[in-house]
């Protein structure tokens, strides 16, 4: 028997999206929503969200053109507004009014917008090197991997393939490398693996000129408890900017992975101490 109930619901605009439920929906403890970085899905999490489900709910999604939610037919809407608008569904359709937000990468940005769209649904949020000032050279390397499929052969081959690709990721052997790959790829009629994205989801990335300013959409919580969480070795996420989040909001509890680029697993000692002590403080306020 599975540990989580797999869901869907409509979006607004039809696309059939898809999220990970896991624990007792009725449990009194803050329950968690885990979103995830740019192209990832809700398989990520199938370690942080069991351990903490043993207390509280902890909900998954997929976005629109990830995993098993539906592939928008119109590129175009694969845009923040429309992201948002669809968590913000996701939080009605699950009946959960205040939640602790974790966020990986442009999860974590997520997170924060939340603080300003829905303002009384956030209680906590957790950013995993997630900031709002991202590396040129990071992102670029991220957006041209994502942006064309490159369909593998086998499970094996996948797993080196990203191995060469993301040497910065802390995965200990080849055993969590093919995880990783059952994670990014999905068999198609082919016979091949393909990315499990739509790689169209892209192109409104790359229509931008430059980067916006993020920093107002970091202040949005700037009043609500909070961990950042960076990898040593981030090239998205670097020491001066995570150094200023310390400097715009005091309060915030920073921790740096050892050894780690981007992103963090969150199943290393310092991310567990550093999330279960949020929501401990959160819990008992």
Known sequence: MSDFRERRYAAQDGVSLYYRDYGDPASKALPVVCLTGLTRNSKDYADLAPRLAARRRV???????????????????????????????LLAVTGIHRAVFIGTSLGGLFACAMSLAVPSSVAGVVMNDSGPALEQTGVDHILEYISKDRPQP???????????????????????????????????????????????????????????????????????????????????????TFARMAVEKPDLTCVTIPGVGHAPTLNEPEAVSAIDGLLARLDAA
């Open 59 to 89: 909900v998954c999604p997929d976005y629109r053109g990830r995993g098993q939610s539906g592939y928008d037919p119109d590129w175009r809407n694969y845009e923040p507004p429309i992201y948002l608008n669809d968590l913000r569904h």
């Open 154 to 240: 086998d499970w094996d081959t996948a797993a080196e393939h990203l191995k060469v690709m993301f040497p910065g990721m802390a995965l200990q052997d080849h055993g969590e490398w093919t995880r990783m790959a059952h994670n990014t790829y999905r068999p198609g009629d082919d016979g091949m693996l393909h990315f499990d994205w739509d790689v169209d989801l892209v192109k409104p990335l790359k229509r931008m000129k430059e980067m916006p300013d993020l920093w107002p959409l970091f202040r949005g919580i700037r009043r609500i408890p909070a961990v950042a969480i960076r990898g040593a070795m981030s090239d998205v996420l670097s020491e001066a």
